[in-house]
């Protein structure tokens, strides 16, 4: 009869190095930069079918703005904001859903994607993923095109 073997619990260093967010061994400490998460979430985001754009009214026009410019880049982490500590991070997140698609299952389908990407790239524990919808963008409608100016009556 064999007989069962308790596991042996993982070294410190072991933990360390699997992601604590501030990852550390005798080698040195690995710090996060909140810019790395919001790209990373903002990435995330955008990969969700049913996500027309992010950020707010304000957010939006300076991104189309920005990405007339050219040799400009997309920013990535428009309409994201986050908080990193050292084990653990929070993100918010500013959408634009596209109509028709159900945002309790558009919502949800976010944060999954945006809590397994930056769990699996990081190590970091994601605690929450707030989201707003800002808009919802209707196919064929201008609104987002062309950036104006609001109107004075």
Do not use: C, W
Not at 70 to 97: M, Y
Not at 131 to 142: A, L, M, P, Q, W
Request: hydrophobic share 40%; proline share 3%; glycine share 10%.
């Amino acid at each position: 009869m064999t007989e069962k073997q308790a596991p042996k619990a993982p070294s410190t260093t072991a933990l360390e190095q699997r992601g604590t967010g501030t990852l550390a061994s005798e080698d040195g400490r690995t710090s996060i930069a909140d810019t790395v998460v919001a790209k990373i979430a903002g990435i995330a985001t955008r990969e969700i079918s049913g996500v027309h754009d992010l950020g707010g009214g304000a957010a939006r026009v300076v991104g189309a703005l920005r990405e007339r410019i050219p040799g400009s880049r997309t920013n990535l982490s428009q309409g994201v904001a986050v908080e990193v500590g050292e084990r653990q991070a929070a993100v918010d997140l500013d959408i634009v859903a596209e109509y028709g698609v159900a945002i309790a299952d558009l919502a949800a389908a976010v944060r999954r994607n945006v809590i397994a990407s930056v769990e699996r790239m990081t190590g970091l524990e994601v605690t929450e993923v707030n989201i707003t919808v800002h808009d919802v963008y209707i196919e064929g409608s201008d609104e987002d095109t062309e950036p104006t100016a609001p109107r004075v009556e």
